[in-house]
């Protein structure tokens, strides 16, 4: 099945919300370093933190306890808007841990607008909201937390830095191949994936350049990554990055983009991957090396550059007696390795991280 359930607006944020027509008492959730102001909206401004964990949820409620908001605007990157996404269905009575896993969220009354500032989680359309809780990455998955509205404005997405432009566009991309290379995809979902790799391939060099139009690819294929996982959901290289980002506080793009090409080469003979070359008319393992290699973020022993100051390799946070905990680790995530195209042996894990050391 493939459906989207989130209205998308492309559009000046300003304009776009004022088109809204909101009414009643909203809650505005942003990043820290962000300020909106709305002048015909009555907000209650609460600045969220980076990676937040179930701790954090008990913290931002407790501001907010008193508050009667009819509407949760988040705007701001993937960590911003999953919070505002859980805070929109928390009340005195919630405990937050009981919401981690599939369907453990009964209701929601409150509208959500998300409002991505990077290009990466896709968070503004997925029923997903992950928290740090006993030193995991974990996954609120509801249809209750899909966002109402995803208003998409590329200037908001102008002053990302370099390294985070990188990682989270790569996060994107993640999000596209590992759809696209689950047993469970379909037509339309293979469509929305080739599309939105395109989009990544075309548009990383100019979004690296603060180009306008490189940011507006990169949140084109921020969408439809996020489409294409609510409708499906990722497989290895989320695994992998959940117990990573977790154990070694790795951000979520970077510890993605750390296994990315271990996992392309993983798949390298697989059918529908070779054929996925042919129509976007690219070789993929190639290409990705190259921009590897362009923007110093490295993954395999094989590559010249490694002691460059701003390469960035597994082995910087993971040491070699870890790798087998790692894999035993990403091995126990049944709900994303069981829908994995080619089956993975825990040996293979191994494999895979040892590559990306
Ligand atoms: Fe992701």
Request: hydrophobic share 40%; proline share 2%.
């Amino acid at each position: 099945m493939f459906s989207v359930k989130t209205k998308i607006i492309f559009g000046g944020v300003e304009e776009e919300i004022s088109n809204l027509n909101l009414k009643g008492n909203g809650l505005l959730c942003t990043g820290r370093h962000h300020n909106f102001e709305f002048a015909d909206l009555n907000l209650y401004h609460l600045k969220i933190s980076p990676e937040p964990s179930v701790e954090n949820i008990y913290e931002y409620f407790d501001k907010i306890r008193d508050l009667n908001f009819d509407y949760v605007l988040a705007i701001g990157g993937g960590s911003v808007m999953d919070v505002a996404k859980i805070l929109s269905v928390v009340t005195k009575d919630t405990k937050v841990e009981n919401l981690i896993g599939s369907d453990k969220v009964k209701s929601r009354t409150k509208t959500i607008i998300a409002v991505p500032t990077t290009h990466g989680s896709g968070s503004e359309v997925t029923k997903y909201a992950v928290l740090k809780f006993q030193n995991l990455k974990q996954t609120v998955v509801s249809d209750f937390i899909v966002p109402d509205y995803a208003l998409i404005d590329e200037n908001l997405a102008m002053s990302q830095p370099k390294d985070l432009t990188l990682y989270t566009s790569i996060d994107a991309f993640c999000h596209n191949i590992e759809a696209y290379l689950s047993k469970i995809s379909d037509p339309l979902t293979d469509l929305n994936c080739e599309s939105g790799m395109k989009f990544f391939f075309d548009g990383i060099d100019e979004a690296m350049d603060n180009k306008i139009s490189g940011r507006r690819k990169m949140l084109i294929c921020s969408v439809l990554g996020g489409i294409a996982i609510t409708n499906l959901r990722t497989n290895l290289i989320h695994a992998l990055s959940h117990v990573v980002g977790a154990e070694k506080e790795i951000s979520h793009g970077l510890a993605n983009a750390l296994f990315l090409r271990s996992y392309l080469k993983f798949y390298k003979d697989d059918e529908k991957f070779k054929n996925l070359g042919k129509i976007l008319n690219v070789d993929i393992i190639k290409r990705t090396d190259e921009i590897y290699e362009k923007y110093n973020l490295t993954s395999f022993g094989d590559v010249q550059n490694k002691s460059e100051h701003n390469t960035k390799r597994l082995s910087d946070f993971v040491a070699q007696s870890e790798i087998k905990h790692i894999a035993e680790m990403t091995y126990e995530n049944k709900r994303l390795l069981s829908v994995m195209k080619k089956k993975i042996s825990k040996v293979e894990i191994e494999r895979i991280i040892g590559d990306a050391m």
